[in-house]
């Protein structure tokens, strides 16, 4: 039986919602994606590095920022071209170069041909007469080795020293040229009588022309374009 004098009590007022809470969530979001902004933005300014091209004899020389060339204003030495002019680069010793004009006093070769690059040793023929092949690459960043290779230039010394003639005993081999019975290359004017004149080279010696009296069979090398040297002793 319900007490007749007991009261109920009266309801409890009801909270009117805050909007406090939103309101720092708002806030804390906001200084999330600023402080995410400023430093995603820090960071890419240290590593969106522009590429830069470097000019070698081998992998390890990197070109000057300055080309010293009158046709440009930047570093051009991915843009090489036949005429062109080069030295080497002070900045990179000992094998960087650089380009330069004809005129200059640094400059040491001319470029008689330029190719695309490759990753295969002995694939880049150059033409007869040239006397230092250098390899160009695409670098990023402050690296000065290694880099993406994008072409070959194929210099000729401005100088009356040419050891890539044929016969000189430098360069790259070509016809006319000399070697010993282990196919190294020598100076023909001082290889003496055990050297070879070469007559051709070709991929099997059923190629090799006639007056051919030492076929000499090569170990294989991948993009190498011949695999006998056709001799005459």
């Given amino acids: 039986m319900a007490n007749p004098y007991e009261v109920t009590p009266p309801p409890a007022p009801r909270r009117r919602g805050s909007k406090l809470p939103g309101f720092l969530v708002l806030v804390l979001v906001a200084a999330a994606i600023y402080g995410a902004s400023q430093w995603l933005g820090k960071d ?116 009356g020293d040419h050891p890539g003639d044929a016969g000189a005993g430098g360069g790259q081999l070509v016809q006319g040229d000399c070697v010993t019975d282990q196919a190294r290359e020598v100076p023909c004017a001082s290889g003496g009588s055990g050297a070879y004149k070469v007559l051709g080279l070709v991929k099997t010696k059923a190629e090799c022309p006639s007056g051919t009296t030492e076929p000499m069979q090569l170990t294989m090398a991948v993009g190498r374009p011949y695999d006998v040297i056709c001799a005459k002793g």
Wanted: hydrophobic content about 25%.
């Fill in 44 to 159: 890419g300014d240290q590593t969106d590095a522009k590429p830069s091209a470097t000019a070698s004899a081998s992998s390890s020389a990197a070109a000057s920022k300055d080309p010293g060339n009158p046709e440009s204003s930047s570093d051009t030495s991915s843009t090489w071209a036949v005429g062109d002019c080069g030295g080497p680069d002070p900045d990179n010793p000992p094998d960087g170069y650089r380009p330069r004009k004809c005129s200059a006093s640094g400059a040491t070769f001319k470029a008689i041909d330029i190719k695309d690059a490759s990753i295969l040793p002995g694939a880049i023929q150059c033409p007869p007469g040239t006397d230092l092949m250098i390899q160009v690459s695409m670098t990023y960043g402050s690296a000065k080795s290694g880099g993406i290779p994008t072409n070959t230039v194929c210099g000729r010394n401005l100088s």
